[in-house]
């Protein structure tokens, strides 16, 4: 545990001085700082707050307001940047596990009340907390932007509502709690869109009374998106990034997601991988998702089996459709199994189709399948051979990806443990 920070100043003779660390207590004594403290000190200084390291789309946020009331609780502290995104954050002393957990569970239940609210039920809530009147949130931001529509705002503001599209931070002192302990807990928050994150603020004071703040990313969840879990193999049904229909994160369905879901219904219909060991995703699921990707996890890699995931999808905007296998970051043994595959890659083309490619998404995440560029308006009319094209080589693709690859993941997953 780093307890202390040596300042060597090059500029003058390699002068040494140590700042000691400030610990985080209830009793506030001589060398410790209060849990209200730290709060209204990050609060007011939002830039201690590791962002970029977490989710660059969030950054420039600017504080909105402290114990913003929601019906499960008094949220801490919440941000909002020029974009329309949305930042809470709970400031904690971590005693033991269960207090962690009973944090991460709260943070999650205030998500869950503001993906229920609009954007007047925000703009009402953060009214009644400053006494500020008329669009609080705008008038905040073009205070530090001027060149920031508030129309767009608005929109983006509600649309990350409904979507229940949040950064959530637990940042506190001495936190130990990893993301891989703490996903399965994360998971039951099915309908909400958010990156979590545990950030451990180092505080250091100098003689002078002067602060220093080291803060660190502890754990983190890559984007949580829509999904639950069943069995082995689960369901999940993400809200696709690519897809911004007025109708998603609603009751209501859109037209897009109607003709999603028929093509998911016509790909998934008496779907049998050759490799029998592969459940379909229509056997566990309770509907046919309306988004625009099917996700399988691989059994028996880490973070729960989705460090190995194949995926169909079919991107409206791009217009292109296709399957293939990702692997997350940092989970050291499957990107070692991945690398291995995609080295091989004039093999695997000779076994399982010469249109097998390996590429990187814009956030330079490998992966490695088949494309196809195509006009998606077939989605209109079911009964089209388009329609019936597309699904057919959906289908036939998918079933080659899975069934060839799989065996191989599973091969080198026993034998790397």
């Known amino acids: 545990m780093q307890d202390r920070l040596i300042k060597i100043d090059t500029a003058h003779n390699n002068e040494v001085e140590i700042y000691e660390r400030l610990r985080l207590g209830a009793n506030v004594s001589e060398g410790s700082m209060s849990e209200s403290t730290l709060q209204n000190l990050l609060y007011r200084h939002p830039e201690t707050l590791p962002i970029s390291a977490i989710d660059p789309a969030y950054m420039g946020i600017l504080p909105v307001c402290t114990e913003l009331r929601t019906p499960s609780g008094k949220v801490d502290a919440l941000y909002v940047n020029p974009h329309g995104r949305l930042v809470l954050a709970e400031f904690k002393l971590w005693r033991n596990p269960e207090a962690r957990r009973e944090v991460i569970g709260q ?62 931070l637990i940042v506190g002192d001495g936190i130990q709690e990893g993301v891989e302990n703490i996903v399965d807990f994360v998971q039951r928050y099915s309908g909400l869109h958010f990156n979590l994150a545990l950030v451990e603020s180092i505080l250091f004071r100098d003689a002078s009374d002067q602060l220093f703040v080291h ?132 093999v695997y083309r000779i076994k399982i189709g010469n249109d097998l490619d390996c590429w990187e998404n814009a956030n330079g995440r490998p992966r490695l399948g088949f494309t196809l560029n195509c006009d998606t308006s077939f989605l209109r009319d079911s009964e089209s051979e388009e329609f019936r094209n597309a699904v057919f080589w959906m289908r036939n693709h998918f079933n080659k990806l899975v069934s060839n690859l799989h065996p191989e993941l599973q091969k080198n997953l026993q034998e790397s443990r």
Request: glycine letters at 6%.
């Open 107 to 168: 943070i999650l239940d205030y998500a869950k009340d503001l993906a229920s609210w609009g954007y007047e039920d925000l703009l009402r809530e953060v009214s009644l907390n400053t006494g500020n009147t008329g669009n609080v949130l705008f008038n905040l931001v073009r205070n530090e932007n001027n060149a920031v529509n508030e129309n767009d705002f608005v929109d983006n503001v509600s649309r990350h509502l409904r979507r229940g599209e949040f950064l959530l």
């Open 215 to 346: 803060p660190r990313v502890l754990a983190r969840t890559e984007i949580v998106q829509r999904f639950t879990f069943e069995g082995d193999f689960g369901s999940l049904m993400p809200v696709d990034p690519d897809e911004t229909d007025e109708g998603s994160g609603t009751s209501t369905i859109s037209e897009s997601e109607q003709e999603n879901q028929r093509f998911w219904t016509d790909v998934l219909s008496d779907l049998k991988f050759s490799d029998s060991t592969v459940n379909v995703p229509a056997d566990t699921w309770p509907e046919i998702p309306r988004g625009s990707t099917l996700h399988i996890p691989v059994r028996n890699s880490s973070f729960n089996g989705w460090a190995l995931t194949f995926v169909a999808f079919l991107y409206r905007r791009q217009g292109t459709m296709g399957c293939y296998l990702s692997v997350r970051k940092n989970h050291t043994r499957e990107e070692r199994i991945f690398e291995e595959i995609t080295s091989s890659l004039d």
